[in-house]
């Protein structure tokens, strides 16, 4: 089976879709492609998906085909309480979430509306506030000292869990709305690992900052299966490294199951092709910028993405099982996103067929 799923992170949006009935946090949007045997896709503010005509494709926007008996349900796309965490209120250029223990409150410079819950806003454990209206800036924390030293959240679902720490961009270490993308690398490994006994499932996670969608992958095949699994957990940022290391630990993960790169991304891929290294899966979460250190390149979302794209049918192996491509730029719709991935694999469609879907990832 062949799976393509791409998403791009958005901003929280009084938007209704027809799961919505309230305002809500949009995650991002994404695009994915499946292939044979029903798989999901995941999806953020703007999300398509490519499946064949046997692939049951849930996406957060809506149904792309009905389940058949006994299949598992297209969700809704919502995020809201899983394990450790609840997105609480969004509103006034500010969100406010539950992690663990402690209830955090960071900008949102797309929540225009009015919070709904004013009374729960004055509980905040923790604050980031920074004088720019680009929440991407760097700021500053009050409430550092209600942050336990063991910091961390777990997602029961995926059976990971997370170690947390608060950065000067307001980060602290986990994108909740990938959550349902986790589920979905999960899933679609597990029935392609169900369908292909004694195979290999090699997985590169590229841009893969702390590890959630690697961790998602390495404990995907139950103990019983037969299938062997390897996992590239690719980025630039030494730090990001070893935070995912941590994750990795703290969530019980077979460390000889991941390979740690901290390379440039570009790179790095390149390589691979010229080594002839191929890949039954790709993950890719690309920032609209960014460098890994200091002799790293810089990435530019704008300038690079297509280039990134040209080296997806490179990757592949000649059975692949999945795509994952995520976008945290809301210039990057859904469709732009759509239109990119369709252009790279055009001549994957054409040999396989299938359907592209576009969508948004929603927190509610």
């Known amino acids: 089976s062949f799976t393509a799923s791409l998403n791009s992170i958005g901003q929280p949006s ?3 879709s027809p799961y919505l009935s309230m305002r809500g946090y949009r995650g991002g949007s994404q695009f994915r492609m499946t292939l044979l045997d029903y798989l999901f896709l995941s ?38 309480a899983c394990g450790d965490y609840s997105l609480i209120d969004c509103g006034d250029l500010k969100r406010l979430e539950k992690f663990g223990e402690l209830t955090v409150c960071r900008p949102c410079p797309s929540a225009i509306w009015q919070p709904r819950k004013g009374d729960l806003w004055k509980s905040i454990d923790l604050e980031f506030s920074t004088r720019s209206a680009d929440a991407s800036k760097r700021g ?21 869990r997370f170690s947390l720490a608060p950065s000067d961009q307001g980060q602290i270490g986990i994108f909740p709305e990938q959550k349902s993308n986790w589920k979905w690398i999960r899933e679609t490994m597990r029935r392609r690992g169900s369908h292909d ?25 139950p103990s019983s299966s037969s299938s062997s699994l390897s996992v590239v957990h690719l980025d630039g940022s030494k730090s990001a490294i070893q935070w995912a290391k941590r994750n990795a630990e703290v ?20 390589r691979e092709i010229k080594r002839g290294n191929k890949y039954e899966g790709l ?16 990435w530019k979302l704008d300038s690079d993405f297509s280039k990134l794209m040209q080296t997806l049918p490179l990757l592949l192996s000649p059975r692949p099982a999945f795509i994952l491509l995520s976008c945290h730029d809301p210039k990057w719709t ?5 239109r990119e991935l369709e252009s790279a694999i055009a001549d994957i469609l054409r040999q396989h067929g299938g359907k592209v879907d576009a969508g948004e990832m929603v927190m509610r």
């Open 43 to 80: 999806l953020a503010p703007s999300a398509s998906s490519f499946v064949l005509p046997s692939v049951l494709s849930p996406t957060r926007h809506h149904m792309l085909l009905q389940a058949g008996a006994g299949r598992p349900r297209a969700g809704t796309g919502r995020v809201a």
């Open 334 to 338: 859904q469709f732009r996103l759509k």
């Open 14 to 16: 009084p938007t209704r």
């Open 283 to 298: 993950i890719f979460d690309p920032p609209a910028f960014g460098r890994g250190g200091k002799n790293s390149k810089i």
């Open 251 to 270: 969530s019980a993960v077979d460390s000889e199951t991941i390979r740690w790169i901290s390379e440039d991304v570009m790179t790095f891929v390149e």
């Open 197 to 221: 006994e004694d195979g290999l499932l090699r997985v590169l996670n590229g841009f893969a900052y702390t590890g959630g969608s690697t961790l998602a992958a390495a404990k995907s095949l």
């Open 140 to 160: 500053s924390w009050e409430g550092m000292e209600q942050v336990p030293a063991d910091w961390s959240i777990s997602f029961e679902e995926v059976d990971i």
